[in-house]
């Protein structure tokens, strides 16, 4: 068989498997495909409302804020310029009405001593403010205390700013809350003294008051307090969230002024237009509610947290305020009606139980059917390679049995031509060739003898005529026979005394104790001694021949048992037969409940033993 020839049947097996089975896989990922793109869908549409449904939460907590703030619940705007207070305190006002007040004569005249008699100045300040009432007496504190800080009268002036600080709102040096003045004014004191641990604390508590809001005060003078005076004494910077209410309600009190808000609205403004206003009631009184980015996201958390999606909200114009989304979804306010863009992801794309349960059971689906198709097509590639060898095993053995039965078939017929012609005349060479011819018929006698057995082993048709036997006879008359037949062979037999009987058939054993001994023969073609041996092994008989011939490789030594197996060796050295001899021995072994047994190595010899239970 060519190389081709060799791997044609393989490869008809394997195209014939891979095909269906990519096939298979086509449309297995084919599937996977598209149940993908469902569940993709799927996903989406359960994102859609889900994210319906958080968008509505949303609109449905503003419509109650703007309930609330028809109700009147919320920040008012005033026409000058100031906010109710009853909500959070501001921290400033959108517009403060300047306040001008002229200095009453006795404090004119006051303020005319400074330069010239400083000490009749603050006497007469301190006159003002303990009698005084109304205005001049925040008046008179003030210029009191910063006289005595230039007088470096420290304690004094401390005194001074402490019974200004009682004065509270009321406007005092150009229309600042008297107490602001005050603490402005203490800490300064502290500064001008050098008593850094003291302005530090003054400067915290100026941060506060400041902070806690509600002074009727503008922007300009919050600033001016935070960053001229608080920080650089030391203090902490101002709330920015505060500052960004503050600033929304000045941008929306603004825009009422100048006539531009409707009567009610959603709006981001303020400088960064960071906080979310919602408005009712203007343009004649409007009432505010304020959101700035922070308070919407902790409002709503939870409402987006429960649908299990991350939400990032961004104003129209595009600008981020918060979150972080994977962006499956967004939702623009035409779809909404709320007053921002929110864009909506899952918190986790892990697909839903029933979806991997069903990929799982399609991709095992696939491989369970691609394993039984390689399985199957395995197992028929096993079925039909048996059967091929089989066939060209019996083809080879009709040939082989042709071969084998031509061969003394032609010599009789010359020997028998040689005879009747009458040509030889010679006695000696008439028995000669008689010998031969007796010979020749002897083993093709031998031969037809020994395939009808095998072929009546083989179909369980023999009949085995079991008698009780001495080894020795069986043994030696083999031997015998071989010696005979054989002649120039040198055999040595080599029997142990005292062995036991064995129960047996006689003839069948005969046969396959001289098919081992032709085999020897045969595949020793360097003439080398046989040995023929039998010997007791526990409660076993082992009749056994050993040979220095050929040797059977390690890979064929189960194979030659087979019936119509002949070894590479023996065909590629020409040496006849038609492999039935050791399935012969194999057959007789068995049916008298023992073995064969074989050690061999290629080029060293090989010794074949019948194991056969010993008698008794
Ligand atoms: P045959 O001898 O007719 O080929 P057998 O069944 O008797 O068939 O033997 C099968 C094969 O076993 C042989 O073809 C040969 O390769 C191998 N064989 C048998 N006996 C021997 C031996 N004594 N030495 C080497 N090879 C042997």
Known sequence: MNWPEAHKLPALFAGATLLPIAVLCWLGVRTLDQDRDL????????????????????????????????????????????????QEPLLFQPDVPAVIVLPSPQLAAAAHLEDRNPFEAIRAYERIASIGAGPDRGEALVALGALLRRQRRFEEAL?????????????????????????QGRAKTFLESGDQVRLRREAAAF???????????????????????????????ADLHAVRR??????????????????????????????????AGAPAAPVI??????????????????????????RTDGQHLFGAANHELTLPPSETRLPFIMAIGSVSSTPATEDVF???????????????????????????????????????????VSHEFRTPLTSMRHLLDLLIGRDVVDEGRKTHYYDLLAGETERLQRMVETLLSFGRMDAAAHVWKLELLTVADVVYSAGNEFRREITPRSLE??????????????EALSRALWNLLENAHKYSPNGDPIRLFARRTGATVVIGVEDHGLGIPVAEQQRVFQKFVRGDDAKRAGIRGVGVGLALVKRVAEAHGGTVGLTSAAGAGSTFTLVLPAEG
């Open 207 to 237: 941060a506060r008051a400041l902070s806690a809001g509600g002074w009727l005060i503008d922007r300009a003078s919050f600033e001016l307090y935070q960053h001229d005076m608080i920080e650089p004494w030391g203090g902490p910077s």
């Open 358 to 400: 069903r990929r799982r059971a399609v991709i095992s689906g696939i491989a369970v059917a691609c394993l039984l198709m390689i399985a199957a097509s395995c197992g028929l590639y096993r079925i039909t390679t048996r059967e091929l060898l089989l066939a060209r095993q019996q083809s080879d053995f009709v040939a082989a």
């Open 39 to 86: 569940q993709r869908q799927r996903q989406r549409e359960r994102l859609e409302v889900a994210a319906g449904r958080v968008a509505l939460d949303i609109e449905q907590d503003l419509q109650q804020i703007e309930a609330n703030l028809a109700a009147g619940n919320g920040i008012r705007l005033l026409p000058r310029g100031s906010v109710s207070p009853r």
């Open 289 to 314: 509610a304020l959101l700035d980015s922070d308070e919407l996201r902790a409002r709503w958390q939870a409402v987006w947290e429960s649908e299990g999606l991350t939400v990032a909200v961004s």
């Open 246 to 279: 503050a600033d929304a309600v000045a941008d929306l009190w603004q825009r009422w002024r100048r006539g531009e808000l409707e009567a009610r609205g959603r709006r981001f403004v303020g400088r960064e237009s960071s906080v979310l206003a919602l408005w």
């Open 493 to 506: 037999v080599d029997v142990d005394t005292d062995l036991p009987s064995i129960r047996g058939d006689r």
């Open 159 to 183: 005194r001074a700013y402490s019974d200004l600080e009682m004065l509270g709102a009321e406007p005092v040096a150009g229309g600042q809350p008297a107490a602001l003045v005050a603490k």
